[in-house]
């Protein structure tokens, strides 16, 4: 078989689509690598749309933190406090079993135990968490001056938190939020790795790497391949988070703009 063929065959594999069955024996570098490649997409995937709900969330958790209600301030302390404290792959073992617990009384629930929802919250709200505590420590860090300038123009409530609060939060916080993002596309590894199984042998990359180790006795093939992918996958976050962390310091002069700083974690 071709090397063309073996792409063919097995490039879309861990999204359904192309040969139902792996390849048993004579594995082939080709192999590896479009296999574990084809992993890659759920990897992608969890980070993608974790990311961006993340965000949103995040931002909520943030001014929740920053508030001098307690109604607000109270639940958002907690919630980041709970999943910056609990390992993550703690919280995809419990969650994958919560929501098995709920199916079997709720059928509501039965797409939760699936990894494409199930193991997508738990990320969601495990990366809103450490974004969280990273937006509230911008809040913390806005110059008073800005804000000052904004009530002088009469900015108040809603006008004053989008105009000038927000954008101000988001500058000082992006190189930190850059990193955040960078070791979640990493923790996607765990997903498959922990409580969530893989249905019919889709997995993401981890999975593949780990198939191939487990079959040819060889980690020093499979494993530098997920690097590799992982080395690229970094290089696309990096370069598409510094354009915007370029058009968020547009205006200040090129001495004063935050760059980007990797400060990758040990351990989550």
Not at 59 to 72: E, H, W, Y
Not at 194 to 205: I, K, N, Y
């Amino acid at each position: 078989m071709s090397c063309l063929q073996t792409i063919q065959d097995y490039g879309l594999r861990a999204i359904g689509i192309g040969e139902r069955l792996l390849p048993r024996e004579d594995f082939t570098l080709c192999q590896q690598f479009t296999l574990i490649g084809s992993g890659m997409i759920w990897n992608i995937y969890f980070g993608v749309f974790a990311l961006v709900f993340g965000f949103f969330f995040a931002t909520a958790l943030a001014v929740g933190k920053a508030s001098p209600n307690k109604l607000f301030r109270k639940p958002s302390e907690w919630f980041i406090f709970i999943f910056r404290g609990s390992p993550l792959f703690i919280q995809f073992f419990f969650g994958y079993f919560l929501f098995l617990s709920l199916k079997s009384a709720y059928p509501f629930f039965d797409p939760f135990t699936a990894a494409w929802l199930g193991a997508l919250i738990v990320l969601f709200l495990n990366t809103a968490a450490y974004t969280g505590e990273i937006f509230y420590g911008a809040l913390q860090s806005i110059p008073k001056g800005d804000v000052e300038a904004a009530d002088a123009y009469g900015m108040t409530g809603w006008s004053r938190f989008r105009r000038v609060i927000w954008p101000t939060m988001l500058r000082l916080a992006w190189p930190a939020y850059t990193n955040e993002a960078i070791f979640l596309f990493h923790a996607t590894a765990l997903v498959f790795f922990s409580g969530f199984p893989a249905w019919q042998q889709r997995g993401d990359a981890l999975y593949y790497a780990n198939y191939f180790a487990d079959k040819t006795f060889n980690p020093f093939v499979p494993y530098p391949i997920l690097a590799f992918y992982f080395i690229l996958l970094t290089l696309v976050i990096v370069s598409i988070f510094g354009i915007v962390n370029a058009k968020l310091n547009r205006h200040l002069p090129q001495e004063a703009r935050r760059k980007l700083r990797l400060r990758p974690n040990v351990i989550r």
